[in-house]
């Protein structure tokens, strides 16, 4: 069992920056790949970015890339999402979650955290 839980929502100014955190807690965090998503209100949870449990590479929703980087420390058990240049369409929950293997699809993260709120005005 994995507990992940969010951290570093808030209310930003189109153009500001936020960084987000997920702190893990249970089996070994280095065993799972990471990824985050995102719910806008009314509309399904998207992928938003993921990084791979053996060499860090990263892969990215395209609407995010350029302005968004994920990253993870394994000796803190923590992923991070350093969002830049915020827009109003980023405006959702945020939710980390793990996986076994690197993966856009939801259906494939098998640990979830709670959420986050992030909230930028135009």
């Known amino acids: 069992q994995v507990q992940l839980v969010e951290s570093g929502g808030g209310l930003m100014q189109t153009g500001g920056s936020l960084r987000l955190s997920c702190a893990a807690s249970?089996?070994?965090?280095?065993?799972?790949?990471m990824g985050w998503f995102r719910q806008a209100p009314g509309k399904g949870r998207e992928f938003v970015a993921g990084i791979s449990r053996y060499d860090d590479s990263t892969f990215y929703t395209d609407s995010v890339k350029g302005r968004f980087t994920i990253s993870r420390d394994n000796t803190k058990n923590t992923v991070y999402l350093q969002m830049n240049s915020l827009k109003p369409e980023d405006t959702a929950v945020y939710y980390c979650?793990?996986?076994?293997?690197?993966?856009?699809?939801?259906?494939?993260?098998?640990?979830w955290g709670q959420g986050t709120q992030v909230t930028v005005s135009s």
């Open positions: 979650a793990a996986a076994f293997g690197s993966t856009r699809d939801l259906n494939e993260y098998v640990y």
């Open positions: 249970g089996r070994t965090f280095s065993s799972f790949a």
